[in-house]
């Protein structure tokens, strides 16, 4: 079963410097209902506190069967990486401008990953300029199908 989100507004807002993959710290009722596909990462961001990755804001509903041990829906979650890369992306985010974006999420190994990206937000103008290029490329795509 290959089950996977995406946050598709993500290479639309912003520029993605570096990817790192982390594992997510869930409960029994979170990960029922991740594997049912009722998540989203669409508006959750990370921080570095204490020397620790947290992912806030992402949304997990509550699995149906759950009762009185189902989850908080957007509580913050603690993200898994190794001490050196909790250290650059600590490093990038303090030097200013930057932050920590989920870009998908993935079971690798009956494990649930999030890709992490420490990106640059973009201004109106640069996403114009992505939208005129996504644009000819999808202009030549056209063009080769018809030859």
Not at 30 to 44: A, P, Q
Request: hydrophobic fraction near 30%; aromatic fraction near 10%; proline fraction near 1%.
């Amino acid at each position: 079963m290959k089950m996977e989100i995406q946050n598709k507004r993500a290479k639309f807002d912003y520029f993605i410097e570096e990817e790192y993959e982390a594992g997510i710290a869930l409960t029994g009722t979170e990960i029922k209902s991740i594997r049912d596909g009722h998540c989203n990462i669409k508006d959750s961001y990370g921080i570095v506190k204490n020397d620790e990755v947290f992912l806030l804001n992402m949304y997990i509903a509550p699995y149906k069967e759950g009762n009185l041990f189902n989850h908080e829906e957007t509580r913050s979650r603690k993200l898994l990486l190794h001490k050196k890369e909790i250290k650059k992306i600590k490093e990038a985010l303090t030097m200013g401008g930057l932050t920590l974006i989920p870009l998908k999420g993935y079971f690798k190994e009956n494990k649930f990953k999030i890709l992490l990206g420490v990106c640059k937000g973009k201004k109106n103008y640069d996403k114009r300029e992505t939208i005129k290029e996504r644009d000819l490329q999808r202009e030549e795509r056209k063009k080769e199908k018809n030859w």
